[in-house]
């Protein structure tokens, strides 16, 4: 038995495992993944995270490509193609309209991350 420097009794770490354990734990892991796949998929907490609108969040990609610099330049990587803006828009439909009313509303912001 050790006793440690001084004199002084080492205690067991707490946290041990044995590699049957960590197989078992492993294992017991898979089986949760195979019953529910989907729930670890980080686009899932997305609505509820930034609200319900499904439409809204259907525009972050959007948005996100649109923001990009140009590449104009040979410095500039993963840009937009110069000229990619001036495409015509197809108009707006009333539910869209409507749609972003209900976003951009403070009732809908209060509770989500965008406000």
């Excluded at 140009?70 to 539910?95: E, I, Q, Y």
């Amino acid at each position: 038995e050790y006793s440690g420097m001084f004199g002084q009794d080492k205690a067991p770490a707490l946290h041990v495992r044995t590699q049957s354990q960590a197989s078992q734990t492993s294992q017991a892991s898979d089986v949760e993944s195979d019953t529910q796949p989907l729930t670890d998929d980080p686009d899932l907490g997305l609505p509820k995270k930034f609200g319900n609108s499904t439409l809204f969040t259907d525009t972050i990609p959007v948005a996100e490509y649109q923001g990009r610099p140009l590449a104009d330049h040979m410095s500039v990587k993963n840009g937009r193609p110069p000229g990619a803006l001036l495409l015509p828009r197809p108009p707006l439909d009333a539910p869209t309209v409507a749609e972003a009313i209900a976003v951009i509303s403070c009732w809908y912001e209060d509770n989500t991350e965008w406000g």
